[in-house]
């Protein structure tokens, strides 16, 4: 719905509502992925920083110490939720000089100027972006030098997730390590499309490995199948790795 899309932010929606006498609500959502540029006031009323979407980020974001907006910037990289351990993964060491404020102190600032938001699910904390704010961290991001290297320092991260928390064998812990992994879905599928884009091919049919008893178990067969059948084409056009291929060719036949 188009209260879901604006995440509930009401300057979204007061803007989006001065479209209602062009199009309808539902023509309205299906414009909405690139709702900066959409969404803005027919006539300049009030500051200027209310009259689109795009200038009431903007200020919130000017508010931002340069420590704060390259977070910012770079959180736009999570297709979805995260955690703090995947934030740590993608700084590596960058910013933890002596006298520097801490992550946390980064990541709170965030939270108070409503540029980032949270939740706890079974006691862990998530971190994630309302779709408006994610769509302009990442276009902080176009053009950055490093944006390849942090997209496959993640990718990597993920990797290393889901070999701790494969899921491959049915002892007491599988519950937990399902419901660890759906939560994660969105960025183990952006790690895959990472992998599929840089040529790594050992590294996508790892992942699919890892993940394809999740799949198999809670019934996401087409995905699966569709990211077997990707890791393994480029498999046969990189080199062969055939142990890591019979594993993900046995997981095709389930």
Known sequence: TLCARLD???????????????LEPGELVERLDRKLDLLAAREARGPDRHRTLRAVIDWSHELLSQREQELFALLGLFPESFDLDAVEAILGTEGAGEGSPSLLDSMSALISKSLLRRRCDAGRTRYFFPEALREYARARLEGDPRRTELEMRLALHYLELAREKSPGRPDHGQKEAFRLLG?????????????????????????CSCLSWFWYRTGQYDWGRWALEKALELERVEGSLPGLRARCLRALGW
């Open 8 to 22: 509930g932010l009401p300057l979204a929606l007061e803007l989006a509502a001065s479209r209602f006498e062009a």
């Open 183 to 207: 939560l994660e879905r969105h960025n183990f599928r952006a790690a895959l499309a990472q992998f599929l884009s840089g040529h790594g091919a050992r590294e996508a049919l790892e992942l």
